[in-house]
C-alpha cells in the first residue's frame, strides 16, 4: 500500500479523491461519486476536501 498523498497523474480537481482511491485501492472515479453522493448530505465535506488539497503532500 502507497502512503497518503496527491498523485500528479489523473487527478480532476486538487487530487485527493484520487490520492485516497490510489492509498485504499479503489478506482478514483468510484472516490468521486461517493465524494459527491456525500454533498447531498448536510455536513463540511467541501471544507474536509479543501483542508485536504492543502494538508496532503504531493506525490514526488
Known sequence: MS????PRHHRVIGG???GI???F???P???RIVFLASCLLPGPQ???Y???WLLL???P
Not at 502512503?3 to 496527491?6: I, S, Y
Open 16 to 18: 485527493v479523491c484520487a
Open 3 to 6: 502512503t497518503l498523498a496527491r
Open 25 to 27: 485501492g479503489f478506482t
Open 21 to 23: 482511491a490510489q492509498r
Open 29 to 31: 472515479w468510484t472516490v
Open 50 to 52: 479543501l483542508a485536504l
Open 57 to 59: 503532500p504531493q506525490e
Open 46 to 48: 467541501f471544507l474536509i
